[in-house]
């Protein structure tokens, strides 16, 4: 092509470009078609548009023309540039770069270079540049400088591969540019090439770099104070993204500086005076360090200082955290979440003792605010720490009794606010205080003050959810009463009307048929609005009512629920044809219950159903696209980079995907075989979303498979599964091939999953599964699931180290998340040694070492949760133990001195076990003396702990039942047993209890025949309270036996059975 052609190639394209700025759709419709179809198919393109960026004198067109040749230089340039045109651009724009006066353009011609050198550098070509920009950013020209070091950021991003070998080098740079005394730009984008670097660095493979690495932190902060105090918040916001990409990337570049790091942060955190947008991305850095790095947190004992600093934060706008918007840079609202997030991570003596402590004195500060954060702070902290905050519920209490009497009307709706999360944590401590709580919360919901009156029906919602139902139902004619006629007040607040309707579904839920006087004025109530289609806040109050219409049908039954049942699932099923997120949640949880309460006659409606269910599962949660460049005019296809960087997640599409994983549970555990023939469809759909990125949509998924597996298993109608190998009973093949899709989804989940919560859903669903279907179920993947169980409990599983720093030893204490993960995989374990009997034999000798040294931890939670595990390994292995009984006998009875209850409690049961099944005789009785003594003393230790003194009194009657030859005292022995009968709470330790009393009356035993009237006594009793709601026996076998013997007895003397109760059972 002629010279000529070519400059009359440029004018064309400089014209189409002109064009393309002109606010005229249709000439820049025009303008881009003709650029697309003629222009850039050119082999002219690129030189062309590279002249044009280095001749034209518009910035805007020098600007497009940058933005458009970027986009070309990946797909054109190595093969439709001649060399000799390359060689002329390569230096050319280098130049111009430097001599650019705009910083828009001269950026995006920085992006240009890195577009070529992404491909020259990696085939060996453009050996000039790397001195090039060596020489550039040690330049005395600031401008020089600046694009220099640009240039190498955007060069990391691209081919961060091609500089790994050169990382010495870079960094020598880099410890200059960092301290740039002229030009904060240099600055900043060294920390932004830094932090590219970071992402690639492994200390298991680069730790010479990795230590090197750690220089740059104090510099980084350094940037980080220059760039606060110039006020440039974009320069911040990149910065903070850095040090968060660095939380996530290997631990070791920040192993030694996180101290000093969250000392900065605190700092800046707490600073009122600096701009709240700052001090925003400061506590949101704390949040992901304490979530991300929590071990190294916890070992710098920094927790207290955390939790006292997000404390004085969160008082200065409590009011914040009950704000429907979502505003991410209010100071004290992410405060909140930090407090919530540390009490999850952190054990209880870094953070919510620290809080125990300090909130009396705010609750009881001068200051309004202070006093309302002290209480919301009590509400949000005691997730995480549930068990410790039960030994101080008389404190807290008092808290809570203490913001109802505050003159404030804000600090009254805190503190009803903070008794709703303590009775969803502690429902059996909270629910015991009944008669003190519920008045008080009553009376506040008549409070003009909208506020108050929603905060209290939140706060009865909680409470009277966990209300046994013979303490509820006295309360429900005043109670109904006054809720249906708040419900029915013609005026009011929408948002209120919803929270009054929840309560009333807690209401239904705990009077079970109790509430059948009330349902249908209740329903009635609702129907105007289930006639709601319009208005955000209405349909979350729509869905509200499902979610109550659902407890009231599990409450009153489907003969009772027909009569409006037509009518609702209807509405239910418009509301899944709406875009509103959480109504179509609600209709889809509602249909869940339904297919509970009705069974197999829920059928007809899953033709409907399904497709909806179907359709949620296969939906995308992507969400809309930007713009790559806020200076990019986008006029062709910004490729398949530039999507992928813009995409975001639609989080209501994700939380609405996770309801409907979750609910598929309940409509094949409910519909069962008529759910057959949506199980393949359905099965491949859910464990598509065990791999989802979303961990609440794999844990729901994963949860409704194994539920799924479960149900599969039942309706093949099996005979009751035997423990041992060869599986004795073999499964339908329907079952073994369902149970292999599903156990191959799950461990290829649970070995890459990174969330301790998504870890222990996996647990538990296979330890319940297994407990239902037996060694069969496990199939051949006993040595899958025992890898993952071990890594767990040797705290080497990817969820419990990624992110986390590796040189850090054991701690001496454990938050109680940490423990549930540990118990779930402990109830692994006790799951298959029940189902595979001495043939675990060899997988137990691996984790019994491992548990015995959670049995002797210094973290109460973990000596409990190891304990416990030891005695139901007992439980299950039985016999087949005995090869561990000297060691099992030294745990037990060391840790029946434990300074805790709870471990005293279940080392009391371990014992007993053992004694049971160890066929160990001389080495078990050899200790009898020591512990029938130590049993006494914890008789009186123990008192007011109920399931203690069960736990003592099955061990009791264990040794006793398996050693009666034994030299022990037996007519002492049994006196002490007697007294402490009949059990207040552990009842399943009837069953040894009677196993013994049965087993000495089948002896003709003289000591029990004289204890024959108490026997009765206590009989009378453990069958008046024998119900299905609270079975005084755990096996029917055991209950069968003591029938036996009541009619033994009556037969031996027809007199001495008077009971009614007792009668009636004789005579059965």
């Not at 990149?238 to 101290?259: A, M, P, R, W, Y």
């Not at 902290?381 to 505050?406: C, M, N, S, W, Y």
Request: hydrophobic residues 40%; proline residues 5%; glycine residues 4%.
């Amino acid at each position: 092509m002629s010279q000529d052609e070519a400059s009359e190639f440029v004018a064309y394209l400089t014209q189409l470009l002109v064009q393309i700025t002109q606010p005229d759709n249709n000439l820049i419709k025009e303008a881009s078609s003709k650029l697309q179809k003629i222009v850039f198919p050119h082999k002219l393109a690129v030189p062309g548009l590279i002249q044009v960026v280095q001749q034209n004198p518009s910035e805007q067109i020098r600007q497009l023309a940058a933005i458009e040749v970027r986009k070309l230089i990946p797909v054109r340039w190595e093969n439709d540039v001649a060399e000799p045109v390359k060689n002329h651009i390569r230096p050319s724009l280098l130049e111009s770069t430097l001599q650019e006066s705009s910083p828009l353009v001269k950026h995006a011609c920085a992006r240009v270079i890195t577009e070529i050198a992404t491909i020259d550098l990696s085939e060996g070509l453009w050996n000039e540049l790397p001195p090039f920009l060596h020489n550039a950013a040690t330049s005395s020209n600031a401008n020089d400088r600046e694009l220099a070091v640009y240039v190498l950021f955007t060069l990391l991003e691209s081919i961060e591969s091609t500089f790994l070998k050169k990382i010495p080098e870079l960094f020598a740079l880099f410890s200059q540019t960092i301290v740039d005394p002229e030009s904060q730009t240099v600055r900043l984008n060294t920390v932004l090439a830094l932090g590219k670097i970071g992402e690639v660095l492994d200390s298991a493979t680069d730790d010479d770099n990795v230590k090197s690495f750690r220089q740059f932190l104090p510099g980084i902060i350094n940037v980080l104070k220059q760039v606060i105090e110039s006020d440039d918040e974009k320069a911040a916001g990149q910065i903070f993204e850095v040090l968060q990409t660095l939380l996530f990337s290997d631990s070791g570049l920040l192993s030694k500086n996180l101290g000093d790091l969250a000392q900065f942060m605190l700092q800046l955190a707490k600073e009122t005076s600096v701009d709240a947008a700052y001090r925003a991305l400061a506590i949101q850095l704390l949040n992901n360090m304490v979530r991300y790095r929590k071990t190294k947190v916890q070992s710098l004992k920094i927790g207290p200082e955390l939790t006292n600093t997000a404390l004085r934060i969160a008082s200065e706008n409590p009011g914040s955290l009950e704000e429907d918007e979502e505003d991410d840079e209010d100071p004290s609202k992410l405060a909140f979440q930090l407090i919530g997030i540390l009490s999850v991570s952190l054990p209880p003596s870094q953070c919510m003792n620290i809080l125990l402590t300090a909130i009396p004195a705010l609750v009881s500060s001068q200051n309004a605010n202070e006093r309302s954060a002290g209480l919301l702070a009590l509400g949000i902290a005691v997730e995480g720490a549930p068990e410790f905050v039960t030994t101080q519920i008389k404190l807290v209490l008092q808290l809570v009794l203490q913001g109802f009497r505050d003159d404030t009307l804000e600090v009254r709706a805190s503190a009803l606010l903070a008794l709703a999360q303590l009775a969803d944590e502690l429902q059996e401590s909270i629910s015991k205080e009944h008669e003190l709580l519920l008045p008080i919360v009553l009376n506040m919901m008549e409070t003009p003050n909208l506020k108050v009156g929603k905060s209290a029906c939140t706060a009865l919602d909680a409470i009277v959810e966990s209300m046994d139902k013979d303490v509820i139902v006295p309360y429900l004619p005043s109670l109904m009463t006054r809720l249906i006629e708040l419900l029915n007040r013609p005026a009011g607040d929408v948002s209120l009307k919803g929270a009054i309707i929840a309560a009333i579904g807690s209401a239904a839920h705990a009077s079970k048929d109790g509430f059948i006087p009330y349902y249908s004025t209740t329903i009635r109530s609702f129907e105007p609005f289930l006639a709601l289609t319009e208005g955000e806040k209405e349909l979350d109050v729509k869905g509200m009512a499902f979610d109550s219409l659902g407890a009231i049908a599990s409450s009153v039954g489907k003969d009772a629920f027909s009569e409006f049942a037509g009518p609702i699932v209807n509405a239910a099923y418009q509301a899944l044809q709406t875009t509103h997120n959480r109504l179509r949640e609600c209709a889809f949880i509602l249909f869940g219950v339904l297919a509970k309460v009705y069974g197999p006659d829920f059928a007809p409606f899953l033709p409907q159903i399904m497709p909806e269910v179907y359709k949620t599962l296969q939906s995308d949660e992507s969400g809309d696209f930007g713009n790559d460049d806020e200076d990019d005019i986008d006029i062709g296809d910004a490729g398949d980079d530039d999507i992928w960087q813009n995409l975001t997640v639609n989080t209501s599409m994700a939380m609405e995907k996770e309801v409907v994983a979750e609910t598929v549970g309940d409509l094949v555990s409910g519909t069962k075989q008529a759910f057959l023939p949506y199980m393949e469809e359905t099965a491949n759909l859910l464990i598509n979303c065990s791999r989802h990125f979303y961990e609440g949509i794999r844990k729901a998924a994963i949860s409704s498979l194994w539920r799924a597996l479960a149900t599969v298993y039942e309706i093949s109608n099996p005979p009751k599964w035997q423990a041992g190998l060869p599986v004795k009973v073999p499964l339908a093949s329907t079952v073994t091939d369902f149970a292999a899709m599903v156990r191959t989804a799950t461990l290829e989940t649970f070995e890459e999953e990174d969330e301790r919560s998504t870890a222990t859903v996996i647990c538990d669903n296979i330890a319940e599964t297994v407990k239902l279907c037996g060694p069969g179920i496990v199939g051949d993947d006993l040595e899958g699931i025992a890898t993952q169980i071990l890594a767990v409990l040797k705290k080497s599983h990817r969820c419990q180290i990624l992110e986390d720093d590796p040189e850090e030893e054991d701690l001496e204490d454990a938050a109680e998340y940490d423990v549930m993960l540990i118990d779930s995989a402990f109830d692994v374990v006790v799951a298959l040694a029940a189902a595979f009997g001495s043939d675990f034999n060899s997988y137990f000798r691996t984790f019994s070492p491992i548990i015995q040294k959670f049995c002797s931890s210094s973290s109460e939670g973990e000596r409990k949760s190891g304990v416990g595990a030891l005695a139901e390994s007992v439980n299950g292995l039985k016999t087949a133990i005995t090869p561990y009984t000297a060691q099992l006998l030294k745990s037990f009875s060391h840790r029946l001195s434990d300074e805790s209850g709870e471990v005293r409690s279940n080392a009391t049961y371990g014992f007993g076990l053992l004694a049971e099944y160890s066929q160990s005789k001389q080495d078990i009785i050899a200790v009898y003396p020591k512990t029938l003594q130590r049993l006494q003393q914890l008789l009186s230790i123990d008192a007011e702990n109920h399931r203690a003194i069960a736990n003592i009194c099955g061990c009791v009657a264990r040794m006793l039942a398996a050693h009666l030859d034994s030299n022990i005292p037996l007519a002492d022995v049994l006196q002490a047993l007697f007294y402490n009968l009949p059990l207040k709470d552990g009842f399943e330790e009837n069953d040894p209890i009677f196993r013994l009393i049965v087993k000495l009356y089948q002896e003709s035993n003289p000591v029990i025949q004289g204890l024959t009237e108490q026997v009765i006594k206590i009989l009378d009793h453990v069958f008046s309270n024998d119900t299905p709601d609270s079975p005084q026996f755990e096996f029917d076998e055991s209950r069968d036996s003591v029938k036996q013997l009541l009619k033994y007895i009556a037969q031996q003397s027809p007199s001495a059975i008077q009971s009614e109760v007792l009668q009636k059972i004789i005579q059965q």
